[in-house]
Structure formats: C-alpha cells, structure tokens
C-alpha cells in the first residue's frame, strides 16, 4: 500500500525530539549523512550503494553523505556539500527539515550525524561514478512494513542487535541476492530512528 507523509508534520515531529550534536573523543571524525525523503505517488527514500574501494564500506547501502572537513561551516554544510558531490543533487533543491542527532559506527572512530531533507526530485541524480556504484529510491511503505512485522517499533536498536536488518526490493542497478542489497549496521540504526518519528508523524496530531 502507497503511504505519503506531510513534509510539516515530520518537520513537527523531529523539531519535538531536538536531535544534537554530541562531544567527539579527540580520536573520532565527525560525518554527516542525509537521509532524504522524496514525494512522488508516495513518499520514498534514497540511498546509494558504494563502490567497491577495498574499504570497509564497499558495496554496502548507505545513505549520501561523508566525513565533516575543515572548511565545512558546520555538519549540515558538509552534508550538502558531499549531496552534490556524491550523487549530483544540488543544495536548492533539498529542505533540511531537522536533525535525527549522532550515531556512532561499528568501530566507534567515526560518529555520524544524520539530517533529514526532503528532495524535490525533479532533476535525477547524477552519482560520482568513483565512489557510487547506484542510487535508487525505496518507498517508504515498504521500510516501514517491515518495521512493523518484525517487531522492530516496540524495541530500541540496541535490543534488537545484529537482527535490525530492513531487506529491500528489486531495483533498478541493485544485485537483489547481494548480502549488501539489505540495510544493516549504522544505516540501519539510523533508519530505525527514521521509521520512528514517520509513524509518530502518521499516527498523532
């Protein structure tokens, strides 16, 4: 079943959970990523799957974004800098509609600030052909069914552990019998957050 969100009420509901930036230990890097939201017949998400570099990260699903450099003015400018320059999506035609707050990664050097924007889709993407091997749009609908039948609403990350993982469908680019073609990791904790205030915002005034 096709679900849209109101961009307002998901800028409401993450203005309400006032996400932040929290204190680096001074051997971690800051990163910021974009989750982005695009309205067509129902609302999807975007995300890229990595080349293959011989990183740690290679061929995984991730969502656009990238470590915070020193001449960033902060971590949302670093966010649409690295928008542009990994999948070719200009800053004009993203609203940021609030901030989902830190996330450390597996190895915990690295913590992740994630930003939620809201994509007016009209020009496709244009990813950097090094670092991107795809970029496609999943319907919303279909993250947050899964949500829902695993159970994945009534328990935080942290107790689901190494089972919070969100399949995916076919699409268009992906190798769908791919380990990698499944959210898993930091990604999926992110969007575990997402999925949260999505149905908050669906489901209360």
Not at 13 to 24: E, F, S, V
Request: proline residues 6%.
């Amino acid at each position: 079943m096709a679900v849209r969100f109101e961009r307002s009420a998901l800028q409401r509901y993450l203005a309400r959970r006032g996400g932040a930036a929290t204190g680096l230990a001074p051997d971690q890097r800051l990163a910021a990523v974009f989750a982005l939201l695009v309205d067509r017949d129902q609302t999807g998400l975007l995300f890229i799957r990595r080349a293959e570099l011989g990183d740690p990260w290679s061929g995984q699903i991730a969502f656009p974004g990238g470590h915070v450099q020193a001449d960033d003015r902060d971590a949302l400018a670093a966010c649409y800098r690295e928008l542009e320059e990994e999948v070719g999506i200009e800053r004009q035609a993203v609203t940021c509609l609030g901030d989902l707050g830190c996330f450390p990664t597996q190895t915990h050097r690295v913590v992740v600030r994630v930003f939620v924007g809201w994509w007016d889709g009209l020009a496709p993407p244009r990813p950097d052909a090094i670092e991107v091997a795809a970029v496609f749009e999943t319907p919303v609908a279909h993250l947050l069914a899964h949500h829902h039948r695993q159970g994945f609403n009534k328990r935080t990350a942290e107790e689901i552990g190494r089972d919070l993982i969100y399949p995916l469908p076919g699409n268009p680019g992906e190798v769908t019998d791919d380990p990698n073609a499944a959210i898993w990791g930091v990604t999926a904790r992110i969007l575990h957050s997402l999925l949260g205030v999505m149905a908050e915002a669906t489901a209360g005034p």
